[in-house]
């Protein structure tokens, strides 16, 4: 069925098309049919735009379920006369603009029959053929910029999901999608779009449980957080006057070269963007970060399993990671020492050590930085809101002060062999003459006792082993993670992620002084763990590791930190790299003091 070539009747219609598809209407619409456009546009009615033309009628009639065999049968026939050798390139793109607006209409229809798979395939589909029309200038930067209003169907289709653990797996299922947008957007030269779009990819349903305990709103009430905006990325950064560094991987289908791509938005709401290959010789990525964190040692707190560290293949791999994680940017970095940068990873740069990275000269990062991380730029938003409606500490009492070491540890062939801590105790002893308060040790230190008190408490700080297994037994979706506490007659004394997920705190911070705290099933919705359900539990700052820690070096640490933050009055992020740097003097070997991150609120 042949279409008319070359001609300038075939460009105007070929120019209304573009204007429609990209503004997301059918012909049907804007009271066109492809039937009645001119006569010397189409000798004769052609296949692929009747069945378009009823498809799309269909769509919008609602019956979806007729609609969408008739378009998938019109898109298939455009790319058929696409794949002919002798159709010109001028009837290639118009075709491309046809699949566009097919794709919208299969996109609207999976919608409709809440078909989840069918709507990121029609969305993805849509993404890559846009990205084929943009290649051929048919797209203005306004239009490019539309791209981005994709994400809103699967935005629509979240308010839909009623569990968390629905709306993650929604979400690990959209990471295809959003990698591509945030891939195409930024290669188009939108890098601004390219940053909301990443947004959009990440963290969502923890934002939306944030957003929800914000807003007092009943559970059965809840809707979804507002999709984040540029405005509102500017706005946190400015508001809090800190550097935010959000990293993204490009892992695009069909591409061969993975990339990186960072953002810095300043205190001042600037927002630069650098993009390089994902690479370095033949290492990729999860290795570097693998290779990095064996070389740092596999210590577990209280010494039942003790692996060195490796000092020549741990600076080498710390090298290399502050090479590809921060020498692109480091000009954008505040030069005043305290002023505070938070890392927004993505995927396996949540196990990066980033105060650990070694410039040129072999200095840590943080000897001239001061630096946090949070899962999403909406999420730190929200965790500040959430600490600036708690209100100011004041002075403390015995209750908002909770400080657990070394307790009893239960015995059970489900568990590995959990020594005693004596230097947990020492700790929270110490810590504890800054606040004038008790501690709970050994059988005191009960689960049931220390759930109880953590109700009330404005500082939670649990030093004890850490699990990295899901501990749960309730046949529930799997949270992994658990803290070791003593045993009694109504607990088993592991209070689990899945445990902590159905408490409602008051703490502006927990410290989790044991193993492995912050580590977790990594997800599109962040690393799903212990930290998380501290989080989802109403705690905007959390301490956490990132491997096995040391017991000794620990404990002066976190004494450290409590010094620097109660007595000199510094923030939590300042008093954390403070705390760093003193037990770096005592033990320098990374593995001793660079395991500790601060997630969250640094106030």
Known sequence: MGLRKNSWLFLISLLL?????????????????????????????ADPIELRSQGQTLALQGQCTEAIPILNQALQLYRANSADPTTSDLIRDSNLISEVNIFTHLSRCYFQLEDYGGLLTGLRAGIATRNQLTARSYLSSGAQAGLGQLA???DSWRNRLATDTERINALDGSRDFFNELTWVLAELGDTEGALVASE?????????ILFASLSEIPSEQRTIAQTPTLEEIRRTAQDQQVTLVEYAIAAVQNNPEDKLYLWVVRPSGEIQFKSQLLTAGNQSLKDMIQQSRRALGARLRGGFELVESQP????????????????????????NETDRIVFIPQDDLFL?????????NDQPLI??????????????????????????????????????????????????????????????????????????????????????????????????????????????????????????????????????????????????????????N???????????????????SLIVSLWSVPDAPTAELMVEFYRQWQQEGRDKAQALRQAMRSTMANHPDPSNWAAFTLIGEAG
């Open 17 to 45: 098309a573009i204007a429609l598809s990209i503004l997301g209407w059918s012909w049907e619409q804007s009271g066109m049919n492809a039937r009645t456009l001119p006569a010397a546009i189409y000798a004769q009615t």
């Open 152 to 154: 809103d169907w699967l």
């Open 200 to 208: 959009k990819g990440r963290t969502r349903a923890i934002a939306d």
């Open 312 to 335: 020549v293949a741990q600076r080498e791999q710390l090298r290399a990671l502050y090479q590809l994680l921060i020498q692109p940017i480091q000009d954008w970095l505040p030069e």
């Open 522 to 540: 990594i997800t599109g919705d962040g690393v799903i763990g212990l930290a998380r359900s501290f989080f989802q539990a109403g705690t905007p």
């Open 352 to 360: 990066v050590p980033f105060p650990a990275l070694l410039d040129a």
């Open 367 to 520: 000897a001239h930085h001061t630096v946090l991380t949070a899962p999403s730029i909406q999420v730190l938003n929200f965790t500040h809101q959430k600490r600036e409606q708690m209100g100011g500490l004041g002075s403390m009492s015995e209750a908002d002060v909770l400080l657990v070491g070394n307790p009893e540890m239960p015995q059970s062939p489900n568990l590995p062999n959990l020594t005693t801590l004596p230097s947990a105790a020492d700790e929270v002893n110490a810590i504890a003459t800054l606040y004038n308060v008790p501690v709970l040790i050994g059988e005191a230190a009960s689960e049931t006792v220390i759930k109880q008190r953590m109700l009330n408490a404005r500082v939670i700080h649990l030093a004890t082993h850490g699990l990295l297994e899901d501990y749960s037994g309730d046949g529930e979706p799997s949270v992994p993670g658990a803290i070791v506490l003593a045993p009694d007659n109504q607990n088993d004394g592991l209070l689990t992620s899945a445990e902590i997920l159905q408490l409602r705190l008051n703490a502006e911070l927990v410290v989790l002084s044991a193993c492995d705290t912050g580590l977790g």
